[in-house]
Protein backbone atom coordinates (compact mmCIF):
# COMPACT_ATOMS: atom_id res chain seq x y z
CA UNK A 1 0.00 0.00 0.00
CA UNK A 2 1.08 3.31 -0.90
CA UNK A 3 -0.39 6.51 0.79
CA UNK A 4 0.10 10.54 0.31
CA UNK A 5 0.14 11.85 4.10
CA UNK A 6 -1.34 15.24 3.48
CA UNK A 7 -3.59 15.56 6.48
CA UNK A 8 -3.87 14.96 10.14
CA UNK A 9 -6.63 12.35 8.51
CA UNK A 10 -4.04 10.82 6.27
CA UNK A 11 -1.45 10.34 9.41
CA UNK A 12 -4.29 8.40 11.74
CA UNK A 13 -5.76 6.59 8.81
CA UNK A 14 -2.38 4.88 7.95
CA UNK A 15 -1.60 4.67 11.66
CA UNK A 16 -4.52 2.81 12.09
CA UNK A 17 -3.92 0.32 9.01
CA UNK A 18 -0.91 0.11 11.36
CA UNK A 19 -2.20 -0.86 14.05
CA UNK A 20 -4.44 -4.01 12.17
CA UNK A 21 -1.60 -5.46 10.92
CA UNK A 22 -1.24 -9.16 11.95
CA UNK A 23 1.77 -9.37 13.96
CA UNK A 24 2.04 -13.25 12.68
CA UNK A 25 3.39 -11.72 9.53
CA UNK A 26 6.53 -10.17 8.24
CA UNK A 27 5.79 -6.69 6.68
CA UNK A 28 7.88 -3.47 5.61
CA UNK A 29 6.51 0.15 6.07
CA UNK A 30 8.92 2.28 3.69
CA UNK A 31 8.05 6.20 5.11
CA UNK A 32 9.83 8.60 2.62
CA UNK A 33 9.47 11.81 2.46
CA UNK A 34 8.18 13.63 -0.93
CA UNK A 35 10.30 15.94 -2.62
CA UNK A 36 8.75 18.36 -5.40
CA UNK A 37 11.00 18.85 -8.43
CA UNK A 38 11.62 22.46 -9.39
CA UNK A 39 8.67 23.89 -11.15
CA UNK A 40 8.45 24.67 -15.10
CA UNK A 41 8.22 28.32 -13.91
CA UNK A 42 11.25 28.36 -12.05
CA UNK A 43 13.33 26.75 -14.44
CA UNK A 44 12.13 29.22 -17.27
CA UNK A 45 12.96 32.13 -15.35
CA UNK A 46 16.20 30.60 -14.31
CA UNK A 47 17.14 30.23 -18.18
CA UNK A 48 15.64 33.75 -19.01
CA UNK A 49 18.33 35.08 -16.09
CA UNK A 50 20.86 33.07 -17.57
CA UNK A 51 19.65 34.84 -21.14
CA UNK A 52 19.50 38.49 -20.12
CA UNK A 53 24.01 37.64 -18.15
CA UNK A 54 24.82 36.29 -21.76
CA UNK A 55 23.49 38.90 -23.50
CA UNK A 56 24.47 41.30 -21.31
CA UNK A 57 28.51 39.27 -20.34
CA UNK A 58 28.99 38.01 -23.76
CA UNK A 59 28.84 34.52 -22.31
CA UNK A 60 27.06 31.18 -23.83
CA UNK A 61 24.23 30.77 -21.40
CA UNK A 62 25.22 26.86 -21.20
CA UNK A 63 28.38 28.06 -20.47
CA UNK A 64 27.01 30.14 -17.34
CA UNK A 65 24.78 27.26 -16.72
CA UNK A 66 27.68 25.14 -15.95
CA UNK A 67 29.28 27.86 -13.88
CA UNK A 68 26.42 28.62 -11.86
CA UNK A 69 26.16 24.74 -11.15
CA UNK A 70 29.66 24.55 -10.18
CA UNK A 71 29.11 27.82 -7.76
CA UNK A 72 26.25 26.80 -6.06
CA UNK A 73 25.17 23.40 -5.85
CA UNK A 74 27.62 20.97 -4.38
CA UNK A 75 28.96 17.53 -5.88
CA UNK A 76 27.93 14.19 -5.41
CA UNK A 77 29.92 11.01 -5.02
CA UNK A 78 28.90 7.99 -5.14
CA UNK A 79 30.80 4.40 -4.90
CA UNK A 80 31.15 2.71 -8.22
CA UNK A 81 32.92 -0.54 -9.01
CA UNK A 82 34.60 0.12 -5.68
CA UNK A 83 35.79 3.43 -6.81
CA UNK A 84 34.19 7.09 -6.01
CA UNK A 85 33.12 9.20 -8.76
CA UNK A 86 32.33 13.05 -8.11
CA UNK A 87 29.80 14.26 -10.20
CA UNK A 88 28.25 18.03 -10.54
CA UNK A 89 24.56 17.52 -9.16
CA UNK A 90 21.98 18.11 -11.94
CA UNK A 91 19.51 21.33 -11.65
CA UNK A 92 16.66 18.61 -13.01
CA UNK A 93 17.01 16.77 -9.95
CA UNK A 94 16.93 19.92 -7.67
CA UNK A 95 13.37 20.23 -5.60
CA UNK A 96 11.57 23.50 -5.49
CA UNK A 97 13.30 24.80 -1.99
CA UNK A 98 16.75 23.77 -3.71
CA UNK A 99 15.95 25.34 -6.66
CA UNK A 100 15.02 28.23 -5.17
CA UNK A 101 18.69 28.55 -3.49
CA UNK A 102 19.99 28.63 -6.79
CA UNK A 103 17.90 31.66 -7.85
CA UNK A 104 18.81 33.65 -5.12
CA UNK A 105 22.24 33.16 -6.11
CA UNK A 106 22.33 34.09 -9.49
CA UNK A 107 20.52 37.21 -8.92
CA UNK A 108 23.03 38.10 -5.77
CA UNK A 109 25.89 37.21 -7.78
CA UNK A 110 24.56 39.35 -10.91
CA UNK A 111 23.34 42.43 -8.89
CA UNK A 112 26.90 42.13 -6.86
CA UNK A 113 29.46 40.87 -9.34
CA UNK A 114 28.05 42.01 -12.77
CA UNK A 115 25.53 45.09 -11.96
CA UNK A 116 23.07 43.08 -13.28
CA UNK A 117 19.53 43.50 -12.36
CA UNK A 118 17.28 40.51 -13.02
CA UNK A 119 13.46 40.83 -11.59
CA UNK A 120 10.94 38.33 -10.04
CA UNK A 121 8.20 37.76 -12.09
CA UNK A 122 6.29 40.07 -8.76
CA UNK A 123 8.42 42.79 -9.63
CA UNK A 124 7.33 45.99 -11.68
CA UNK A 125 9.40 45.52 -14.08
CA UNK A 126 9.22 42.41 -15.40
CA UNK A 127 6.81 42.49 -18.07
CA UNK A 128 9.38 45.12 -20.07
CA UNK A 129 12.52 42.51 -19.36
CA UNK A 130 10.33 39.62 -20.27
CA UNK A 131 9.14 41.31 -23.17
CA UNK A 132 12.85 42.11 -23.85
CA UNK A 133 14.71 38.58 -23.32
CA UNK A 134 11.87 36.16 -24.30
CA UNK A 135 12.76 36.52 -27.97
CA UNK A 136 16.46 35.64 -27.32
CA UNK A 137 16.39 32.77 -25.39
Not at 56 to 77: I, M, P, R, S, V
Not at 87 to 104: A, E, G, I, P
Amino acid sequence: MKRKLLTELDREMVLAQIKRLELKKFYTVEITERRIKRTISQNGLYWLWLQCISHETGNDKDDLHEFFKQKYLADETTLVLGKYVVTRKSTTNLNTVQFKYLLDSVQIFASTELAITLPDPEDKRWEDFFDYYKDKI
